[in-house]
């Protein structure tokens, strides 16, 4: 995925799961309280790259840099991550990573763990380096037991833009979490279902909800630890910031409004509305007006044909008043309606339409000639007796109710996709035939 990678923090977060008899649990933290959108919520121990941390790859163990680095598709620095991870979740939640000089995985509940324990504040504070923690103590960092499970951009338009990388690690033996009061001021085990269910009020960032709900599929941390090992392709995340009817939200690539907020706005300002809104017109852009009625959100396209002229493509049911909310949202005198089907509702509307503005209609039904002057070109199907609008200079595809195949957009070379319900869609990219 291609990003503006200006003012992006790099950081790492660790997902803790543990075996309970309820299932796997997860560790969440909560965030102390400084003025950004990330106060309160609760989050996994995290934070980010520290520019020592590159310091710390002498102690990694059973993972070097450029195993790290071709895991997580970085040229070079990418132990740094798996270094962050262990250092903040031992600052924050006093889980460390870490083996002894005899190779035992440290137990934090013994003399030598607790010495260990008692430095997490002047680590936390910068007073002591990570590395020299690790060397003062014969320390080997088990970047081998921490598996790349995710990759999250923070979206466009917040003060603070992160580039995190997840990765899953199963609670040591001898050893049990807490909080340090200052980056984190409490802490609780859940089991994924109840992190996510509505009785859960705490507040989750929509990547930690992602990475609960996934790690929510297992039925214990032997199957997670399996998954987590297996080979597969993380793909980078980027949510775009939209507003709803409760206030501005991340939308995230399977929404159904994902790459229209993509088209609206580019810049992240959030101002692109991610639900469907009745009687309120929509700008598509600067010749494309779109305005949704009646009770399924079906919608009408106004088109820009030049001089100040429009066409009109499905004018829409028979709702009350919306033929008046068309014509007002019309900057100009509607010249031409065009219907993609013969839909009983839609014919009867455009004749009503026609009746009021003297425009000219076309359709399945109609003469579908080439109007001259007008940039949108009749396209026969896909489906029978139906007709698709191509508005050439935005390569946008106007299909009423059809359901189009993948193939058929392909071969027209088209980029957007309209439709009579729902949002704008990207359409598939055309392959060259050789």
């Not at 121990?45 to 680095?69: K, N, T």
């Not at 990547?207 to 929510?216: F, L, N, S, W």
């Not at 004018?315 to 065009?338: K, N, T, Y």
């Not at 579908?368 to 489906?383: K, Q, S, W």
Request: proline share 6%.
């Amino acid at each position: 995925m291609k990003t503006d990678s200006v003012n992006l923090r790099v950081a790492a977060t660790l997902v803790v799961v543990r075996d309970a008899s309820s299932g796997p649990e997860v560790l969440l933290l909560r965030r102390a309280d400084k003025g950004d959108h990330n106060s309160g919520a609760w989050v996994f121990p995290g934070g980010l790259i520290d520019s020592a941390d590159h310091r710390s790859h002498e102690v990694c163990i059973g993972l070097d840099d450029v195993q790290a680095s071709a895991r997580l598709g970085v040229e070079a620095g990418g132990l740094d991550y798996y270094v962050a991870a262990i250092r903040e979740c031992f600052e924050e939640a006093g889980l460390l990573f870490a083996v002894d000089e005899g190779g035992q995985v440290v137990n934090l509940h013994r003399k030598f763990g607790e010495r260990l324990s008692a430095l997490r504040g002047r680590l936390n504070s910068g007073d002591y380096e990570f590395i020299d923690f690790c060397r003062d103590f014969a320390l080997g960092l088990s970047a081998d037991r921490l598996f790349y499970i995710g990759h999250w951009l923070t979206p466009k338009g917040r003060a603070k833009r992160f580039d995190t990388r997840f990765f899953l690690a199963i609670l040591p033996d001898g050893q049990s979490s807490m909080h340090d009061d200052f980056e984190t001021v409490e802490q609780v085990w859940l089991t994924p279902l109840m992190a996510l269910s509505a009785e859960n009020t705490r507040r989750l960032m929509a990547p930690t909800r992602a990475m609960i709900e996934q790690i929510g599929t297992f039925a214990n941390t032997s199957a997670l630890l399996n998954w987590a090992r297996s080979p597969r392709q993380v793909t980078c995340v980027l949510p775009r910031l939209a507003t709803t009817f409760a206030g501005l939200n991340p939308v995230l690539p399977n929404h159904p409004a994902w790459a229209e907020v993509g088209r609206l706005d580019p810049e992240g300002r959030g101002d692109a509305w991610c639900e469907i809104r009745l009687g309120v017109p929509v700008r598509l852009s600067h010749g494309v007006f779109r305005l949704s009625v009646g009770r399924s959100g079906s919608h009408s396209y106004l088109i820009d044909i030049g001089n100040n002229e429009w066409a009109v493509i499905d004018p829409g049911p028979q709702d009350e008043g919306h033929l008046d909310a068309v014509i007002a949202v019309a900057p100009g005198p509607i010249r031409w309606i065009f219907l993609t089907d013969g839909d009983a509702e839609q014919v009867e509307s455009a004749a009503q339409l026609q009746a009021r503005t003297g425009a000219q209609v076309r359709g399945p039904q109609q003469n579908n000639e080439a109007v001259p002057g007008i940039t949108l070109r009749a396209l026969p199907g896909p489906t029978a007796n139906s007709i698709s609008y191509l508005l050439v200079q935005e390569k946008m595809l106007f299909v009423g109710a059809q359901t189009v195949p993948r193939e058929w957009l392909a071969e027209q070379h088209i980029e957007w996709l309209a439709p009579r319900r729902g949002f704008l869609v990207t359409a598939p990219p055309h392959k060259e035939t050789r």
